[in-house]
T-cell receptor
Framework: AQKVTQAQTEISVVEKEDVTLDCVYE???????LFWYKQPPSGELVFLIR??????QNEISGRYSWNFQKSTSSFNFTITASQVVDSAVYFC?????????????FGTGTRLQVFP | GAVVSQHPSWVICKSGTSVKIECRSL??????MFWYRQFPKQSLMLMAT?????????EQGVEKDKFLINHASLTLSTLTVTSAHPEDSSFYIC??????????????FGDGTRLSIL
């Protein structure tokens, strides 16, 4: 069965620290997508990244970077030089392979608090 | 691009009332829309998937007569919580996706609706 585990419930850091959010997934599919979403206190979900299972290249976008390793079924997210505005709940998600739709399986989320 | 508008953002109503939540894709055609429910400090749980013009597919344990979903056009889906009770109080979020099947398009989420039933 598909499953996403975010073992870190809450992380607190001081501004400018680097922080890595862990995500481990389980799937029997050979083709799948992995996602990260940010949910600030206001509640909306902000799409951050989508990665397909055949693309193991790491990605960097500004202060954000993602490390996808199929060998360990992990898709970790690193924020470099964190800022107070990064405070939010971050969800990792896996798309489930059904024949006609992209269902998302979400992890339980990691609450990141960045203190000034 | 890829803006999803959800309305209302906050609803407080009495027990027994039916509440309708709208989800609109503003700048793209959403072949598929999804409805999620999120309890405080918990993850998002998929309630149902709707494809334009067809009946919604509900997840196990979700009462389809309680949570009525209509996806009548490529830009609008509605979720109606019928005869709402306090246990239905939650944060409801919709998402929309263009394309169908194993598409390459991500889901784009609305801002959510906070429903409180007194």
């Amino acid at each position: 069965a598909q499953k996403v585990t975010q073992a870190q419930t809450e992380i607190s850091v001081v501004e400018k620290e680097d922080v890595t959010l862990d995500c481990v997934y389980e799937t029997r599919d050979t083709t799948y997508y992995l996602f990260w979403y940010k949910q600030p206190p206001s509640g909306e979900l902000v799409f951050l990244i989508r990665r397909n299972s055949f693309d193991e290249q790491n990605e960097i976008s500004g202060r954000y970077s993602w490390n996808f390793q199929k060998s360990t079924s992990s898709f970790n997210f690193t924020i470099t030089a964190s800022q107070v505005v990064d405070s939010a709940v971050y969800f990792c998600a896996l798309s489930e392979a059904t024949y006609n739709t992209d269902k998302l399986i979400f992890g339980t989320g990691t609450r990141l608090q960045v203190f000034p | 691009g890829a803006v999803v508008s959800q309305h209302p953002s906050w609803v407080i109503c009495k027990s027994g009332t039916s509440v309708k939540i709208e989800c609109r894709s503003l700048d793209f055609q959403a072949t598929t829309m999804f409805w999620y429910r999120q309890f405080p400090k918990q993850s998002l749980m998929l309630m149902a998937t709707s494809n334009e013009g067809s009946k919604a597919t509900y997840e196990q344990g979700v009462e389809k007569d309680k949570f009525l979903i209509n996806h009548a056009s490529l830009t609008l889906s509605t979720l109606t919580v019928t005869s709402a009770h306090p246990e239905d109080s939650s944060f409801y979020i919709c998402s929309a996706q263009s394309g169908q099947g194993r598409s390459n398009q991500p889901q784009h989420f609305g801002d959510g609706t906070r429903l409180s039933i007194l």
